[in-house]
């Protein structure tokens, strides 16, 4: 391929890397207790945050996981932090980062920790009384959760220390990885045929209907041979078998960001959007099916917002005072740890929840049944 001429020494850097641990001379090593691993091979939202919390509803569903303890595990993108952390829901997004902290309001019963060292942060989960003995974890602010029967990790494929007992690869629908290529000239993080290690492929961010023809074509373009449309899985180049599953992510009625939150503001004919993601077009056409867009404030992803970034959108409002002023739900984690936003905003600015969900309930019940297939939740592997 022509990415890996121009781009030689980034190639072969991740090829010499993979090698070293699909030798086994470099080691990987498993949690102590059942792992499921998201990641990606691009750069760009595919969807990690809900599909991770797509994970935790399904094992909350099943019986086999019935009172047994769910945690998730997070780098914590951009917080400030250090060390391995207990996401609390009096957490801050700078404290914790904003994808944990989302995770964490939308499931206060779970665990949810941060932790850059993977390895590390599935240990203490696993085992939360070595956090008392550990000089790791001196820093660890809040130390007192039940461990972990069942671990899900959203963002592991690149950190091949650690081998996930279920991996997932997600796809973007808009993105196939294989008409794209690696940085800078495409958007590949990393190398195209490790899309063959995953246990899991999901195409998310799919429309919400495909026929048994697209199907099939996205399974020729993964390199899946054989691929039965009833069990959802093939035969890769590496002789592997893999699944593969669609989803996609539907937006739900916006939520209040403060308490203050005036519900009357969700049925306002116009409404000013601020994000500060990866791409935001999907929002932008559903808040377009439902309002006019006054205004549209685009800042970075994982943006931390200021005071000037304040008053721009306090401007924004004020030119139309009767407007919503909405958000992403990653966003609004950040927006709340700011101070001196006014009333009047506070009244008037929401979020748009998201969820990922499968398109059929066929492939539903075979992501349930990779779950149940785990080891069995609190036995130690």
Same mark, same amino acid.
């Given at each position: 391929?022509?990415?890996?001429?121009?781009?030689? /020494?980034?190639?072969?850097?991740?090829?010499?890397?993979?090698?070293?641990?699909?030798?086994?001379?470099?080691?990987?090593?498993?949690?102590?207790?059942?792992?499921?691993?998201?990641?990606?091979?691009?750069?760009?939202?595919?969807?990690?945050?809900?599909?991770?919390?797509?994970?935790?509803?399904?094992?909350?569903?099943?019986?086999?996981?019935? !009172?047994?303890?769910?945690?998730?595990?997070?780098?914590?993108?951009?917080?400030?932090?250090?060390?391995?952390?207990?996401?609390?829901?009096?957490?801050?997004?700078?404290?914790?980062?904003?994808?944990?902290?989302?995770?964490?309001?939308?499931?206060?019963?779970?665990?949810?920790?941060?932790?850059?060292?993977?390895?590390?942060?599935? !240990?203490?989960?696993?085992?939360?009384?070595?956090?008392?003995?550990?000089?790791?974890?001196? @820093?660890?602010?809040?130390?007192?959760? /039940?461990?972990?029967?069942?671990?899900?990790?959203?963002?592991?494929?690149?950190?091949?220390?650690?081998?996930?007992?279920?991996?997932?690869?997600?796809?973007?629908?808009?993105?196939?990885?294989?008409?794209?290529?690696?940085?800078?000239?495409?958007?590949?993080?990393?190398?195209?045929?490790?899309?063959?290690?995953? +246990?899991?492929?999901?195409?998310?961010?799919? /429309?919400?209907?495909?026929?048994?023809?697209?199907?099939?074509?996205?399974?020729?373009?993964?390199?899946?041979?054989?691929?039965?449309?009833?069990?959802?899985?093939?035969?890769?180049?590496?002789?592997?078998?893999?699944?593969?599953?669609?989803?996609?992510?539907?937006?739900?009625?916006?939520?209040?960001?403060?308490?203050?939150?005036?519900?009357?503001?969700?049925?306002?004919?116009?409404?000013?959007?601020?994000?500060?993601?990866?791409?935001?077009?999907?929002?932008?056409?559903?808040?377009?099916? @439902?309002?006019?867009?006054?205004?549209?404030?685009?800042?970075? +992803?994982?943006?931390?917002?200021?005071?000037? +970034?304040?008053?721009?959108?306090?401007?924004?409002?004020?030119?139309?005072?009767?407007?919503?002023?909405?958000?992403?739900?990653?966003?609004?984690?950040?927006?709340?740890?700011?101070?001196?936003?006014?009333?009047?905003?506070?009244?008037?600015?929401?979020?748009? /929840?998201?969820?990922?969900?499968?398109?059929?309930?066929?492939?539903?019940?075979?992501?349930?049944?990779?779950?149940?297939?785990?080891?069995?939740?609190?036995?130690?592997?």
């Amino acid at each position: 391929m022509i990415d890996n001429i121009l781009l030689a /020494p980034y190639y072969l850097i991740l090829k010499a890397r993979h090698f070293l641990y699909d030798k086994g001379i470099r080691k990987a090593v498993r949690a102590e207790v059942p792992a499921i691993g998201f990641g990606n091979i691009t750069v760009g939202g595919t969807g990690k945050t809900p599909h991770t919390e797509l994970a935790v509803r399904t094992l909350l569903s099943l019986k086999a996981f019935q !009172g047994k303890h769910i945690a998730v595990l997070s780098r914590g993108y951009r917080r400030k932090s250090k060390g391995f952390q207990q996401v609390t829901t009096d957490s801050s997004a700078a404290f914790a980062g904003d994808e944990p902290l989302q995770i964490k309001n939308k499931f206060p019963d779970i665990t949810v920790a941060v932790d850059a060292d993977r390895v590390e942060g599935c !240990g203490f989960l696993a085992r939360p009384e070595s956090l008392g003995t550990s000089k790791k974890a001196r @820093k660890c602010r809040d130390r007192e959760f /039940p461990a972990a029967d069942v671990i899900i990790l959203d963002d592991v494929l690149q950190h091949r220390v650690l081998k996930p007992h279920l991996s997932i690869l997600l796809i973007d629908f808009h993105h196939p990885v294989c008409k794209d290529m690696l940085l800078p000239l495409g958007r590949l993080r990393d190398l195209r045929e490790r899309t063959f290690a995953a +246990d899991l492929i999901i195409i998310s961010k799919c /429309p919400t209907y495909l026929d048994d023809t697209q199907r099939l074509e996205w399974a020729g373009s993964l390199k899946l041979r054989g691929f039965d449309l009833a069990t959802m899985q093939g035969t890769n180049p590496w002789g592997r078998k893999q699944t593969l599953l669609f989803s996609t992510i539907s937006y739900c009625t916006p939520t209040a960001v403060f308490p203050e939150g005036d519900p009357h503001y969700v049925y306002a004919p116009r409404a000013i959007v601020f994000t500060g993601i990866a791409d935001d077009t999907p929002l932008m056409a559903f808040l377009s099916g @439902k309002y006019r867009i006054s205004g549209h404030l685009v800042f970075g +992803d994982h943006h931390r917002f200021t005071e000037p +970034d304040i008053r721009t959108i306090s401007g924004a409002a004020e030119s139309e005072p009767t407007a919503l002023v909405v958000t992403t739900e990653k966003d609004s984690q950040r927006i709340r740890d700011m101070e001196n936003i006014p009333e009047t905003l506070k009244k008037r600015m929401f979020q748009v /929840p998201i969820e990922a969900a499968f398109l059929s309930e066929k492939e539903t019940a075979i992501f349930c049944s990779l779950l149940n297939g785990l080891v069995q939740p609190g036995q130690k592997s």
